[in-house]
């Protein structure tokens, strides 16, 4: 992580060195946090962040899942992410707010503690190198299970619920595979550790549903909308194991990750990034990057101060 210049707490911009809490903090002891990965990228238009209303919306929802009041309005989040783009005079960046349970209350009973806001953002390369967007990453199913709505809420993007990727990107990073995939509690696929998961078969495109205990991944939407665009049939439906290694490609997807293609699973090599991957690759890179004009409201373009004021 490049550190920038300045990051945003609770209204105001503080330089990054400063942007501290105290150890007793909630959200450091119990995970009482919930967060977005969303990034920006340098188009013709200037410096736009991709589907930032539907990262902020996802961001109130999870706040909300966990009784957490959001102290600043959505509008609010956005106007300080540009100002803060803008500040650390960045093209592209990965941006990282933080609703967090903050100091000043101990134990579980979380609902009088204050609520913090940060925003945080940097630069980031490719999550998983730019070798594997390339060529493909190798992958592991891990013996760990995504969390079940039983006991935690997937479609939540919390703090504490990360655990259970970190584990699986601990078994399988020991194990030497670049990424993990999380299988549900029920056996099904599930999703990467921080990606989701498309799986191409007899040329469709097949992706876990809501009920498979994902996250509902913006990225898996965009796929989603461009693969149907592009005229490729997409099936919501349970995926079993040993379709990742019947597969003909398989792909993740995510805000950090982008879109990656998998080459091998579990030791079954799927073979370079197929047809269907590059071509859904292209267009999604497309779309980040301001190059495709169907999906241009897709971007939230950064309104430097300068212009706004002159
Ligand atoms: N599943 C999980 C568990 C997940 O964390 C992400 C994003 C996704 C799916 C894809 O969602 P979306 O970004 O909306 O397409 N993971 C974020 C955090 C990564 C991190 O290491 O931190 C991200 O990609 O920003």
């Not at 029920?186 to 809501?210: K, M, Q, W």
């Amino acid at each position: 992580m490049e550190p920038s210049d300045f990051i945003w707490m609770n209204g105001d911009f503080v330089a990054w060195d400063e942007a501290k809490v105290h150890v007793l903090t909630h959200g450091l002891h119990y995970g009482t946090g919930v967060f977005e990965g969303i990034r920006a990228y340098e188009t013709d238009r200037g410096t736009a962040i991709f589907r930032h209303t539907e990262h902020l919306d996802r961001l109130a929802k999870s706040a909300e899942l966990y009784y957490m009041p959001m102290p600043f309005g959505r509008e609010q989040l956005r106007a300080a992410t540009h100002e803060l783009i803008t500040r650390n005079d960045l093209q592209s960046c990965y941006i990282r707010p933080l609703v967090f349970r903050g100091y000043g209350t101990m134990g579980l009973f979380p609902l009088d503690a204050t609520v913090d806001v940060a925003i945080a953002v940097w630069e980031w390369g490719a999550y998983l190198g730019d070798e594997g967007k390339r060529a493909g990453i190798r992958a592991k199913v891990s013996s760990w299970r995504r969390i079940s709505p039983a006991g935690l809420i997937p479609h939540a993007k919390a703090s504490g619920q990360y655990l259970n990727s970190v584990l699986a990107k601990e078994e399988t990073a020991k194990a030497g595979y670049d990424e993990s995939i999380l299988l549900d509690q029920r056996g099904f696929v599930c999703e990467g550790s921080g990606e989701n998961i498309f799986v191409v078969r007899d040329g469709a495109l097949l992706t876990p549903p809501h009920t498979a205990a994902i996250l509902d991944g913006i990225t898996r939407k965009s796929v989603i909308q461009i693969a149907g665009d592009l005229g490729y049939p997409v099936v919501e439906r349970d995926i079993a194991r040993a379709e990742l290694y019947l597969a003909e490609e398989v792909f993740l997807t995510g805000t950090a990750a982008e879109l990656v293609p998998v080459r091998e699973i579990d030791d079954h090599e799927l073979g370079a990034p197929g047809e269907i991957t590059r071509a859904i690759q292209a267009k999604f890179e497309d779309a980040l990057h301001g190059r495709a004009q169907e999906y241009a409201e897709w971007l939230d373009v950064v309104i430097e101060r300068s212009k706004v004021t002159s």
